[in-house]
């Protein structure tokens, strides 16, 4: 069985898309995804076979102050109004819906990471967790503290998966992956730092404690995420793709040029894809 997990990243996950719009493309398919935050939209369309649609919104509809701004805010939404993103502009009848119907008949096993607000535990949802005009889990995956609420998806109060377990590749392995593709939106020696979440867990410390513990060790998870997912690439269980530079984008940087950039990265770099399952047992 052939895995793909899109760690997302935020903007710079459009990288994500030009290596899922190549798939379609080139009629890749895949029996098992896995997306965390940005991510998860990223691989549930390419599912719906949506070749070009994430794309969209990287590229025009993040440039809206409805989807991305201070005037959110103001209106006493979070400042990446996520409803506007995943029901406004993705339900039926919306500007640019997602194909449920074309995602219902998708075999593969597919599932959306999130972390638990009480516990801090990465938890995992299946693709029954997703239903015609309501893609909360996708919202609920991507739901940074601070810049967006919290989602509820059956029953567990979640924020982003990658705050817990940023890059979950021995998840797909677990779950029967022989092989798996890896796509990172960072450069593969880009080393975190600790520190970078100081400022925001004072406030989340009081009414979500559980995950204090996950923002400090973010940095610590991620690097150790990003060796497991090397050291499986050596011993030819794994592709890891990943920019080779980031134009220049960060999680939440609007500039055209540099999305565009990008989004040419990743469908470059996905030509690499043929060969690692051509060269693996199918």
Request: with cysteine; glycine share 10%.
């Given at each position: 069985?052939?895995g793909?997990?899109?760690?997302g990243?935020?903007?710079?996950?459009?990288?994500?898309s030009g290596?899922l719009?190549y798939?379609?493309?080139?009629?890749?398919?895949?029996d098992y995804i896995?997306?965390?935050?940005?991510g998860?939209a990223?691989?549930f369309t390419y599912?719906?076979?949506q070749?070009?649609?994430?794309?969209?919104?990287y590229?025009?509809?993040a440039?809206?102050?409805?989807?991305?701004s201070?005037?959110n805010?103001?209106?006493?939404?979070?400042?990446l109004?996520?409803?506007?993103i995943y029901s406004e502009?993705?339900?039926e009848?919306?500007?640019?819906?997602f194909?449920?119907d074309?995602?219902?008949?998708y075999?593969?096993?597919?599932?959306i990471?999130?972390?638990?607000?009480?516990?801090?535990?990465?938890?995992?949802f299946?693709?029954?967790?997703?239903?015609?005009?309501n893609l909360t889990?996708?919202?609920a995956s991507?739901?940074l503290?601070l810049?967006?609420?919290r989602?509820?998806?059956?029953g567990i109060?979640?924020?982003d998966g990658g705050?817990?377990?940023?890059?979950?590749?021995e998840?797909?392995?677990?779950d029967g992956c022989?092989?798996?593709?890896?796509?990172?939106t960072?450069?593969?020696?880009?080393?975190?730092?600790?520190?970078?979440n100081?400022f925001?867990s004072p406030?989340?410390?009081?009414?979500y404690?559980g995950?204090?513990?996950c923002?400090?060790e973010?940095?610590r998870?991620?690097?150790?995420?990003?060796?497991?997912a090397l050291?499986?690439e050596?011993?030819?269980r794994a592709?890891v793709?990943?920019p080779?530079?980031?134009?220049?984008m960060?999680?939440?940087?609007?500039?055209?040029a540099k999305?565009q950039?990008?989004?040419?990265?990743?469908?470059?770099?996905?030509?690499?894809?043929?060969?690692?399952?051509?060269?693996?047992?199918?």
């Amino acid at each position: 069985m052939t895995g793909i997990i899109d760690v997302g990243g935020g903007m710079r996950d459009i990288y994500g898309s030009g290596v899922l719009d190549y798939c379609l493309d080139n009629k890749i398919d895949f029996d098992y995804i896995l997306g965390i935050s940005a991510g998860t939209a990223n691989l549930f369309t390419y599912a719906a076979g949506q070749r070009g649609r994430t794309k969209r919104f990287y590229e025009n509809y993040a440039f809206r102050k409805e989807y991305m701004s201070f005037s959110n805010l103001l209106r006493g939404r979070s400042y990446l109004d996520l409803d506007y993103i995943y029901s406004e502009l993705s339900d039926e009848g919306g500007e640019d819906p997602f194909d449920f119907d074309s995602f219902e008949k998708y075999e593969g096993d597919a599932y959306i990471a999130c972390t638990d607000a009480e516990t801090g535990r990465q938890v995992y949802f299946d693709k029954n967790a997703v239903e015609k005009n309501n893609l909360t889990a996708f919202k609920a995956s991507c739901a940074l503290p601070l810049v967006c609420g919290r989602y509820n998806v059956n029953g567990i109060e979640c924020f982003d998966g990658g705050i817990s377990n940023p890059v979950p590749v021995e998840k797909a392995f677990e779950d029967g992956c022989d092989r798996v593709v890896v796509i990172l939106t960072l450069p593969v020696n880009h080393v975190k730092l600790p520190g970078k979440n100081r400022f925001a867990s004072p406030f989340v410390r009081k009414k979500y404690p559980g995950l204090v513990t996950c923002l400090n060790e973010y940095y610590r998870n991620y690097n150790d995420g990003v060796r497991k997912a090397l050291a499986y690439e050596k011993q030819g269980r794994a592709l890891v793709l990943a920019p080779d530079d980031c134009a220049g984008m960060k999680t939440l940087t609007r500039d055209k040029a540099k999305i565009q950039a990008l989004y040419r990265k990743g469908y470059k770099d996905a030509e690499k894809i043929n060969d690692f399952i051509q060269g693996g047992l199918l």
